[in-house]
T-cell receptor, first 116, second 114 residues
Framework: DSGVTQTPKHLITATGQRVTLRCSPR?????VYWYQQSLDQGLQFLIQ???????AKGNILERFSAQQFPDLHSELNLSSLELGDSALYFC???????????????FGEGSRLTVL | SQKIEQNSEALNIQEGKTATLTCNYT??????LQWYRQDPGRGPVFLLL?????KEKRKERLKVTFDTTLKQSLFHITASQPADSATYLC?????????????FGRGTQLTVWP
């Protein structure tokens, strides 16, 4: 158990819909990362938050947005869903990477999104 | 950005042998490199970190090397066991390692057969 909690574990929805994925980081970790993993793309970095502020942005679509709340949990919002958005979405947390450290990432078990 | 290549998508070896996985990168040399293990449908799990000034790092049956001249890291599992079967990912930080993002390779799927 990594200590990172993601909900829901599975989600099936239709094209054009909007979903929200939730992540609770490990206790004490200030950084939260979102990654997308699909069969043809591998693990792709989407966005990072550190202590409530956006720290780095990767290949995140404009239809996607995220935020980190004062209690440090984070939500990833996916809207106008397309078939190609079907993937595993992972949240990870770390204790010091936001400060340029080299700490490892602790991943949650992921949210599997299926868009029909 | 960084381009990361991991050797062959799949590697099959017999139990007891040494598995060697390769991670090559093409652009800037990172300050460090990490290796993760991922089981099907699960999140990646951190295994080892090696810094640019370290040639080799060991942890139990695992060994990682880092050659900044070749822009390559090798990941070895000695005395492999069927339980080692998984996908192994290498990950590198962004240039300067201050932005926090890690770039992951697509992984090598290792199967250890009895």
């Amino acid at each position: 158990d990594s200590g990172v909690t993601q909900t829901p574990k599975h989600l099936i929805t239709a094209t054009g819909q909007r979903v929200t994925l939730r992540c609770s980081p490990r206790s004490g970790d200030l950084s939260v990362y979102w990654y997308q993993q699909s069969l043809d793309q591998g693990l792709q970095f989407l966005i990072q938050y550190y202590n409530g502020e956006e720290r780095a942005k990767g290949n995140i679509l404009e239809r996607f947005s995220a935020q980190q709340f004062p209690d440090l949990h984070s939500e990833l919002n996916l809207s106008s869903l397309e078939l190609g958005d079907s993937a595993l979405y992972f949240c990870a947390s770390s204790s010091d990477r936001g400060l340029g450290g080299t700490g490892e990432l602790f991943f949650g078990e992921g949210s599997r999104l299926t868009v029909l | 950005s960084q381009k990361i290549e991991q050797n062959s998508e799949a590697l099959n070896i017999q139990e007891g042998k040494t598995a060697t996985l390769t991670c090559n990168y093409t652009n800037y040399s990172p300050a460090y490199l990490q290796w993760y293990r991922q089981d099907p449908g699960r999140g990646p799990v951190f295994l080892l970190l090696i810094r640019e000034n370290e040639k080799e790092k060991r942890k139990e049956r695992l060994k990682v090397t880092f050659d900044t001249t070749l822009k390559q890291s090798l990941f070895h599992i000695t005395a492999s066991q069927p339980a080692d079967s998984a996908t192994y990912l290498c990950a590198l930080p962004d240039r300067g390692s201050t932005l926090g993002r890690l770039y992951f390779g697509r992984g090598t799927q290792l199967t250890v057969w009895p």
